[in-house]
Antibody
Framework: QVQLVESGGGVVQPGGSLRLSCAAS????????MHWVRQAPGKGLEWVAF????????YYADSVKGRFTLSRDNSKNTLSLQMNSLRAEDTAVYYC?????????????WGQGNLVTVSS | QSALTQPPSASGSPGQSVTISCTGT?????????VSWYQQHPGKAPKLLIY???KRPSGVPDRFSGSKSGNTASLTVSGIQAEDEADYYC??????????FGGGTKLTVL
């Protein structure tokens, strides 16, 4: 079955950097687009970024554009989110999620989430 | 990229039906068939309930149903059960490979 396992979260100071990873299994990773979605404590879901199945294009929410970079390695079934210039408002649980198509529609399967805390 | 509008809360007694709305614009909900609904229990990841407005993934009970009219999508839970108490989120494709979520609705089973 589809499994998405995030790693790399933790505590980082404002202005710092962190890299999240997502290991995918149970499906043909290279055939599907992938999303990151975050949820601040006690808040709703916020779409963060999307990458096409072949890594040819990435798309970002305005709130993270220019600070976050999404990439994928289809040979290793791995998705990565490089987060720079982190702010307190980036504190959230970050979910890796699969799209049911090569492009973006809405996620179908989700990982368990990984907490990122930006605090001094 | 404005969030879709959902009521903050909804409630019903066991066995009743509850409908949760999700209002967007012609640039998201009204413009595409890619509207999804998710259920999230506390401390858990979201679970897909409905995709493409009204389709149910395998394993989702048929008491969950979805529909859309214009810029508003709806999720109906028929014959609600205690385990349906959770947060519910809608999402929609918003063009240019962007996705937008609703603010979430907390469903309370009385």
């Amino acid at each position: 079955q589809v499994q998405l396992v995030e790693s790399g979260g933790g505590v980082v100071q404002p202005g710092g950097s962190l890299r999240l990873s997502c290991a995918a299994s149970g499906f043909t990773f290279s055939s599907y687009g992938m999303h990151w979605v975050r949820q601040a404590p006690g808040k709703g879901l916020e779409w963060v970024a999307f990458i096409r199945y072949d890594g040819s294009h990435e798309y970002y929410a305005d709130s993270v554009k220019g600070r976050f970079t999404l990439s994928r390695d289809n040979s290793k079934n791995t998705l990565s989110l490089q987060m720079n210039s982190l702010r307190a408002e980036d504190t959230a649980v970050y979910y890796c999620a699969k799209d049911p198509t090569v492009g973006a529609t809405s996620p179908d399967y989700w990982g368990q989430g990984n907490l990122v805390t930006v605090s001094s | 990229q404005s969030a879709l509008t959902q009521p903050p809360s909804a409630s019903g007694s066991p066995g009743q039906s509850v409908t949760i709305s999700c209002t967007g614009t012609s640039s998201d909900v009204g413009g595409y068939k890619y509207v999804s609904w998710y259920q999230q229990h506390p401390g858990k990841a979201p679970k897909l309930l409905i995709y493409e407005v009204s389709k149910r993934p395998s394993g989702v009970p048929d008491r969950f149903s979805g529909s859309k009219s214009g810029n508003t999508a709806s999720l109906t839970v028929s014959g609600i059960q205690a385990e349906d108490e959770a947060d519910y989120y809608c999402s929609s494709y918003a063009g240019s490979n962007n996705v937008v979520f609703g603010g979430g609705t907390k469903l309370t089973v009385l």
